[in-house]
């Protein structure tokens, strides 16, 4: 089983997602940014929601192991303890892909950015990761400047699969 996982930032905290979680992450899932780049995560109803966060919440129990099955926190912004999005690690082909959304309110103020180096910095020190790639679709400018300031390095463009879509994407690597 995990320890709970919190990791602090000066204006966010990274944690486990509860059930208490369900109505904001179907909100987010409704937000016009998500259902264009992450068409996958987007939720019929609240249901649904709850049946996905059941399943994160589950992998809690588990030793954490991203290159096997996805380890996804709640972003919560300290000022208001909202939650307003989520980032994590997932498997993709020989490798470990970061994932991350904000909610329309809070994006433009540098949460992704602070959220994507806090849990990529903590994944190499904590949970012997040797490397970590963020996948965005190339038309998709703010994520790409999220990866950047990230210390993320630009590796390759190329068409595949993302998201269950065939599309262009940009590959980057954590340095």
Same mark, same amino acid.
């Given at each position: 089983?995990? &320890? ?18 369900? =109505? ?10 998500? &259902? =264009? ?5 987007? $939720? @019929? ?9 059941? %399943?994160?919440?589950?992998? %809690?129990?588990?030793?954490?192991? !991203?290159?096997?099955? !996805?380890?996804?926190? /709640?972003? #919560?912004?300290? &000022?208001?303890?909202? *939650?307003?999005?989520?980032? /994590? ?13 904000? /909610?329309?309110? %809070? ?11 806090? *849990? ?6 904590? *949970? ?19 990866? #950047?300031?990230?210390? %993320? ?16 994407? &940009?590959? $980057? @690597?954590? =340095?």
């Amino acid at each position: 089983m995990s &320890k709970d996982i919190r990791i602090e930032t000066d204006a966010l905290l990274l944690r486990f997602f509860n059930s208490n979680d369900i =109505k904001n992450i179907f909100k987010l899932s409704q937000e016009e940014d998500l &259902k =264009k780049w992450i068409p996958d995560q987007v $939720y @019929k109803d609240e249901k649904e929601a709850k049946n996905v966060l059941k %399943y994160l919440i589950s992998a %809690y129990n588990q030793p954490i192991s !991203p290159a096997d099955k !996805p380890f996804v926190l /709640g972003i #919560e912004y300290k &000022k208001t303890n909202e *939650i307003i999005g989520h980032v /994590g690690l997932s498997p993709i082909d020989n490798g470990i892909e970061i994932g991350y959304a904000i /909610g329309d309110k %809070y994006k433009r103020q540098g949460f992704a950015t602070e959220a994507v180096s806090a *849990i990529s910095s903590w994944a190499i020190k904590s *949970i012997n990761i040797s490397e970590i790639f963020g996948i965005v679709a190339s038309e998709n400018i703010a994520s790409s400047r999220v990866l #950047e300031k990230s210390n %993320y390095i630009f590796i390759k463009e190329k068409k595949m699969m993302h998201h269950n879509l065939l599309k262009n994407v &940009k590959i $980057y @690597k954590y =340095k």
